[in-house]
């Protein structure tokens, strides 16, 4: 019976050895320690996408108001044309009026105040409906200070809306505006600019990927504490008509290309 032990015992090993032998030669041949870095990394990347998507799926939408869907309804019953020239966005892009300051009339306004990068991807067919000559997006700001969203959350949600739009409507010249500086200084907010420059790294590197034109606003808006300049704003968030003016004339030349 010892016997008959060890040799089960040596065959275990040198199955074992063989298997091992087996999978080096494997590796070696795929790369070496490279192809392991590579598969771990795509291992660790798939996960960080499956918990993003977990996490979208089951937080608070805060986009969901009666605005929001009043607004939207409106939208869809509107008349389309193909040589719109669409702003879409949260607050900011609504209360502008973009026709006016940009002295356009293909000028379309599609934001709607307290909206989410998951507002937009709830709205977006009809947003690119007419396959518009020109799309402006600024969107973000709500996803960080209403739901906590992560940075990675938002430019996951982001890369969906370009990937949309890359395929529903191709010819649509699409320009990614950075998301602005907030003011809480001279202003009590629970946000701070720096929850937010984060955001504009990664849209700049997606609008490379996407070939996409990317629009720093950012840096025109700060001050020299870091705070939306109180010059263009009324609340720290919000713009006032100046704000909207500087705003126009950074946006107008892509506007008018």
């Known amino acids: 019976m010892i016997t008959q032990n060890k040799i089960l015992l040596s065959l275990s090993l040198a199955f074992n050895l063989i298997f091992i032998c087996l999978t080096i030669i494997f590796i070696v041949r795929k790369g070496g320690f490279s192809y392991i870095s590579?598969?771990?990394?795509f291992l660790m990347s798939f996960n960080q996408s499956a918990e993003l998507l977990f996490n979208r799926n089951n937080r608070r939408n805060s986009y969901q108001t009666s605005y929001y869907t009043a607004k939207n309804k409106i939208f869809k019953q509107l008349p389309n044309s193909d040589?719109?020239?669409?702003?879409?966005?949260d607050s900011l892009t609504d209360q502008g009026e973009w026709s006016e300051i940009l002295q356009n009339y293909n000028v379309i306004n599609r934001g709607i105040s307290g909206d989410t990068t998951d507002g937009i991807l709830n709205r977006i067919d009809e947003i690119?409906?007419?396959?518009?000559?020109?799309?402006?997006?600024m969107i973000g700001t709500n996803d960080i200070w209403n739901e906590q969203k992560?940075?990675?959350?938002?430019?996951?949600?982001?890369?969906e809306i370009l990937d949309i739009i890359k395929t529903k409507s191709p010819q649509t010249s699409v320009y990614i505006q950075s998301i602005l500086p907030v003011n809480n200084i001279n202003y009590s907010l629970s946000i701070d600019s720096n929850d937010l420059s984060p955001i504009n790294d990664k849209l700049k590197k997606l609008a490379q990927e996407f070939n996409y034109q990317y629009i720093?606003?950012?840096s025109n808006f700060i001050d020299t504490s870091n705070?939306?300049?109180?010059?263009?704003?009324?609340?720290?968030?919000?713009?006032n008509g100046k704000g909207y003016l500087l705003w126009g004339n950074l946006i107008k030349k892509y506007v008018e290309k």
């Open 38 to 41: 590579k598969k771990l990394e």
């Open 83 to 89: 040589q719109e020239i669409i702003l879409v966005g």
């Open 128 to 137: 690119i409906d007419a396959k518009p000559r020109k799309l402006f997006i």
């Open 227 to 239: 705070q939306l300049n109180s010059n263009y704003t009324y609340d720290g968030v919000h713009l």
């Open 150 to 159: 992560t940075v990675d959350e938002v430019i996951l949600n982001y890369q």
């Open 216 to 218: 720093d606003l950012y």
